[in-house]
């Protein structure tokens, strides 16, 4: 800790090699993440919704992808090959957000023709991916 202190230390009193302040880079580089429960957010339910389309060769997928990917409730999108064509992580408030936001949101589309909500009850998320590098 003391070493870390002084190494910050000396960061602030040498001149900068970038247009950011020697602490911003220092603090940038350490890559730590910090998970904050969802609850402490007012979310209270998470859900899969995934979506089958109606005709692929109407519809311009970068379009709708970015559509999707800004509704304020939804958490990740992904645009798949398969039965399903997007798969979407939404948090909401309760049920009833739930609800609203599928029904308002995804169903008034006509570019969709089938989607289904799957509550989330658990999840693991892996916070590192895995290097398929060859090692030297």
């Given at each position: 800790r003391f070493v870390s202190f002084i190494f910050f230390f000396l960061m602030i009193r040498r001149p900068p090699r970038s247009t950011l302040f020697p602490y911003t880079t220092l603090f940038r580089s350490k890559r730590s993440y910090a998970e904050?429960?969802?609850?402490?957010?007012?979310?209270?339910?998470e859900a899969m919704i995934s979506i089958r389309l109606r005709q692929h060769?109407?519809?311009?997928?970068?379009?709708?992808?970015?559509?999707?990917?800004?509704?304020?409730?939804?958490v990740n999108v992904y645009l798949l090959a398969g039965?399903?064509?997007?798969?979407?992580?939404?948090?909401?408030r309760d049920v009833q957000h739930l609800r609203?936001?599928?029904?308002?949101t995804f169903?008034?589309?006509?570019?969709?023709?089938?989607?289904?909500?799957?509550l989330i009850f658990e999840f693991a998320h892996r916070p590192t991916l895995p290097n398929y590098q060859p090692s030297d």
């Amino acid at each position: 800790r003391f070493v870390s202190f002084i190494f910050f230390f000396l960061m602030i009193r040498r001149p900068p090699r970038s247009t950011l302040f020697p602490y911003t880079t220092l603090f940038r580089s350490k890559r730590s993440y910090a998970e904050v429960l969802p609850s402490a957010l007012g979310i209270g339910v998470e859900a899969m919704i995934s979506i089958r389309l109606r005709q692929h060769t109407e519809i311009s997928f970068e379009a709708l992808f970015k559509e999707i990917s800004e509704i304020e409730e939804v958490v990740n999108v992904y645009l798949l090959a398969g039965a399903v064509d997007f798969l979407v992580h939404v948090a909401v408030r309760d049920v009833q957000h739930l609800r609203s936001v599928v029904l308002d949101t995804f169903t008034s589309r006509h570019e969709i023709a089938h989607l289904e909500t799957s509550l989330i009850f658990e999840f693991a998320h892996r916070p590192t991916l895995p290097n398929y590098q060859p090692s030297d």
